[in-house]
Each structure stands twice: as C-alpha cells, then as structure tokens.
C-alpha cells in the first residue's frame, strides 16, 4: 500500500512559471521528503522537513508540512527546462528505521 | 549518485530463470535498500538490510531473496524470474545515525525484462 499520493499526476507548464506539487499521506510521520527522477534514473534527494516544521526552502524550492491535513506541497518557482522530471514524496513514519514509503510521482514538463 | 553502482544496468531474462542484480556503494553506509519501480505506482521496497547479519523483508518480498556479503555489497535474487517482475529495480543506501540517516541515496537503476 502506497503511503502518499500525488496529485497532479502530470503537469506540464512553461519556462518561467511556478510548479506546484501536491502529496498526501495517511499516518503520522516522523519526516517528509521529496526525491527528483530524471527520466531512466535514479532518484535524487531534494529536501527534507521535520513533522515539527511547517515550511522549507533550499534554493527555487519551497516546501510545506500540513500534519493536521496529512499533506505537502512541492513548489518550484521560475522553472527552468532541465526541472523536467517525475517528482516523488517520501514519508518516514517509523521510529529508527529509515524506511521510506513512496508516492506514485508527479511527472512536471517544463517547456522551453 | 555515482556511489552507488548497480550491474548489469539492462537485463532480459526468460520465465523460469534464476538472476541476480548486484548493488556496491563506497558511501560507507549500513543501510542498504532494494525497490522496484513499476508505471504509475512509484517505488515498492523488496528487502532492506541494516548491517550484514540484519536482513528486513519490505513490502513486497514474495519471488526475491536478498544477499548481503559485505557492508558495501547488497545483491536481490529472482529464484524463478516471471513475467510480472518485470520493472526497474534501485538499489539505495542511507547512513545509520545522524542526520544523514534519514536521506536516501540511489543507484542509476537496473531495467529486467522477463520474457
């Protein structure tokens, strides 16, 4: 059973705009993340918040942690071409064990 | 994450056939995963081993068995591979204490085909 779901399942948007990402998840968790898949590859590691965080930003990426609501937002502002990629939430809900439970993705198209 | 290397990158494999896809890192972690990665379902986890003598069943175990012969070695089995294991297949690693425990570093992927 998958933990988060993503919505939308794809976005496609120009060069320029802001990309929002959306996850929703079902039980408590001890973090949230969000991973980045180049298309064929592996995931990469964008940015982490704590349950007891509410936002985040590293760089174009802001995110935010709505425990009550049990959801996330991904938002990458002045989106560039090489954004494009399928973008995955992450949740930790265990105490030590550093399993993650995925969510099916939101593939983002930036175009050019 | 070039610390993480998975062989052979692209396999096909026949109904019935024993494979074995193998996962090395040089990140020094204890943690090591394996995933499979189906369209539209993001990624299951197979099995998942903490240190050498801890090995963890995921989500998703039935059909595979795992092997970990060292801290940097982490190999997922298919005893009698089928059709339905098809799928792309990570390996990822994460440290065992600290911060970084809760970060997830991935292979570039191994994509099976069973014909």
């Known amino acids: 059973s998958q933990q988060g779901e993503e919505d939308p399942q794809a976005l496609s948007i120009q060069e320029g705009e802001n990309a929002t990402m959306n996850c929703s998840y079902k039980?408590?968790?001890?973090?949230l993340q969000w991973y980045r898949q180049n298309s064929g590859r592996g995931l990469v590691h964008l940015i982490l918040i704590r349950s007891n965080e509410r936002e985040k930003h590293s760089g174009r990426l802001r995110v935010t942690l709505d425990t009550s609501k049990k959801s996330s937002s991904l938002l990458i502002t002045a989106s560039r071409a090489a954004d494009t990629a399928s973008y995955f939430c992450a949740t930790d809900n265990s105490s030590n064990t550093g399993k993650l439970i995925f969510g099916q993705g939101t593939t983002l198209q930036v175009k050019p | 994450d070039a610390d993480v290397t998975q062989t052979p990158r692209n396999r096909i494999t026949k109904t019935g056939k024993r494979i074995m896809l193998e996962c090395s890192q040089t990140?020094?972690?204890?943690?090591m995963y394996w995933y499979r990665q189906d369209p539209g379902l993001g990624l299951r986890l197979i099995y998942y081993s903490f240190d050498v003598k801890d090995i963890n069943k995921g989500e998703i175990s039935d059909g595979y068995s795992v092997s970990r012969q060292a801290q940097a070695k982490f190999s997922l089995s298919l005893e009698s591979a089928i059709p339905n294991q098809t799928a792309l297949y990570f390996c990822?690693?994460?440290?065992?204490?600290?911060?970084?425990?809760?970060?997830?570093?991935f292979g570039p992927g191994t994509r099976l085909l069973v014909l």
């Open positions: 990822a690693t994460s440290d065992l204490a600290g911060e970084g425990r809760w970060t997830q570093y």
């Open positions: 990140k020094g972690h204890d943690r």
């Open positions: 039980t408590s968790i001890n973090n």
